[in-house]
């Protein structure tokens, strides 16, 4: 397969929970092409199992931040300024809503439901980007976060998680007209379900990988791997032309009608 050198690059992951999840799949991409990368970790609980998962890459960082809280994300990005002296790439992949939001009808969704979910999933971008932003300028930075068809379409028990989708995809294209004039991209890919720790939290997970193997252009479900090269082509240059975009990496199954 064809090899990008990026050494020199740089980039912060938020999102690697364990070998299964998509950031992992991204930074793997990232990592054969010689980025430097910073991960983060969600409280010290979950350290040593990202620590072991960082150290898959040549001269990492690791940092804690729950995304919900705005001074570990300030901290974050300043430790990454004092570190790498600048950032070319942010990857977003980073969801959460409350079991019973998907589990249960969505007109039952709690206002503390709601808020959660859009905080987490959504919110946490904009504030993610207005901190990267100034280590970017200059420097044709690039952000790639993760979304689902659900932002799009009504899919069962996705509920509230559907919702925050809609607001990370209108997000990124406000973000892209903004940042454009700093040479700043912003995209977001919306992938195909994959077996992740997220995805089983979903009801009715496993029916949703069948109905796409069966109804999918491809007829088949999407790897992990495709979700890294499709990130790495936004986050590099070779994605260069494209911004405020909606990329669709899930065997073409959003194009079908009937
Ligand atoms: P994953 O491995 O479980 O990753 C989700 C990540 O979100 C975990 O690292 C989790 O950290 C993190 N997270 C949740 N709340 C957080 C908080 N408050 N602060 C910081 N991090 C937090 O699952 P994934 O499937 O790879 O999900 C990654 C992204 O892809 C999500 O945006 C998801 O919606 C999207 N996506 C997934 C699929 C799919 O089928 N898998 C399809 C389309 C889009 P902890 O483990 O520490 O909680």
Redesign the pocket.
Known sequence: MYTLDLSGKTAAV?????R?????GIAKELGKAGVRQAF????ER?KDNVAKLAGDFENSMLLE????NESQLESTFSQIKAEFGHLDYLV?????AQKEDLEGDFVNTSRDGFRTALE??AY?LISMTRFAKPLMEGRKGSVV????LGAERSVPHYNV?GTA?AALEQITRQLASELGESGIRVNTI??????????RGISG?GKILKVYEERAPLRRNITQEEVGTAALFLLSEMGGGVTGTTLHVDAGYSTVGL
């Open positions: 938020f999102g690697v929970a364990n299964r999840s998509l950031a992992y983060t970790y969600q409280g979950l931040c729950d995304v919900t977003h992949s980073v969801a959460f987490i999933s946490s976060s993760l979304s689902y998680m989708k919306s992938a195909g379900p994959v077996n992740t720790l997220s995805a997970f």
